[in-house]
């Protein structure tokens, strides 16, 4: 079946709604908290590692730690998805969290409530 007729003008309909930065989906999802220190984060910092399906659903789970790249990709996943404190200390290194810390996406709410438990952060960066 065609439709003809219709022509989108790129204007907004009148249903349409504009979220408020306070009512998008990152903002109000539950992160794990910090750890009490960075020196809890015990996670691998080389080796392949196979992230569960609760943090990482895509087709590649299986990450090598001692590539920067892959590295960053399991912290930011494990920093949005991990459902516990415990499951983030378990993939995520202390140490290696401060020093790639500016270079990953993070919502901007996990990023400041990790920043404001350890400042550190901001000024390994």
């Known amino acids: 079946m065609r439709v003809t007729g219709f022509r989108h003008t790129g204007a907004m309909a009148s249903s349409d709604q504009i979220v408020p930065e306070e009512g998008r989906y990152g903002d109000h999802r539950p992160y ?13 910092t080389e080796g392949l590692i196979d992230l569960p399906i ?3 659903w895509g087709p ?12 960053r990709i399991v912290y ?13 200390a378990r993939y995520v290194n202390g140490v290696v969290l401060a020093a790639v810390w500016a270079q990953l996406f993070l919502p901007q709410r996990i ?8 400042p550190e952060l901001t000024r390994a960066a």
């Open 76 to 88: 930011e996943r494990v920093l949005r998805e991990a459902s516990t404190t415990d499951e983030v």
């Open 111 to 118: 990023r400041r409530v990790w920043e404001e438990r350890f």
């Open 60 to 71: 590649k789970r299986v990450y090598d730690m001692g590539r920067g790249t892959e590295r």
């Open 32 to 44: 794990p908290d910090p750890p009490a220190l960075l020196a809890d984060l015990i996670g691998p």
């Open 54 to 56: 609760t943090i990482d």
